[in-house]
Nanobody, 122 residues
Framework: QVQLVESGGGLVQAGGSLRLSCAAS??????DGWFRQAPGKEREFVAA????????SYSDSVKGRFTIARDHPKNTVYLQMNVLKPEDTAVYYC?????????????????WGQGTQVTVSS
């Protein structure tokens, strides 16, 4: 149906920055977001952005450090991650296609990227 291609993950030192990208094959006119999952832990909400871009939401653990944004002509959602900490280490997943008002649960999204590893060293 909808293919999502993630990029931008990698290894970075604590305090550094990375920008993740999620490019969709088609426009979905939806709220889209990012989740992450560390070994032995459940997938957790990171950030979401509405189609119009007026409203964004973040988990408390990343608020003030991460920024989610859109590029509509490219059908792309970004996650700018600054002041990275070792506890940010996880596989990050792009999620597309939430039609609910609040989109912080994985079950509310229709499409998922393949995941990209983010590793933050001390």
């Amino acid at each position: 149906q909808v293919q999502l291609v993630e990029s931008g993950g990698g290894l970075v030192q604590a305090g550094g920055s990375l920008r993740l990208s999620c490019a969709a094959s088609v426009r979905t006119f939806s709220t889209d977001g990012w989740f992450r999952q560390a070994p032995g832990k459940e997938r957790e909400f990171v950030a979401a952005i509405t189609w119009g871009g007026v409203r964004t939401s973040y988990s408390d653990s990343v608020k003030g450090r991460f920024t989610i944004a859109r590029d509509h002509p490219k059908n792309t959602v970004y996650l700018q991650m600054n002041v990275l900490k070792p506890e940010d280490t996880a596989v990050y997943y792009c999620a597309v296609g939430c039609s609910a008002y609040g989109c912080s649960n994985p079950s509310e999204y229709n499409y998922w990227g393949q995941g990209t590893q983010v590793t933050v060293s001390s």
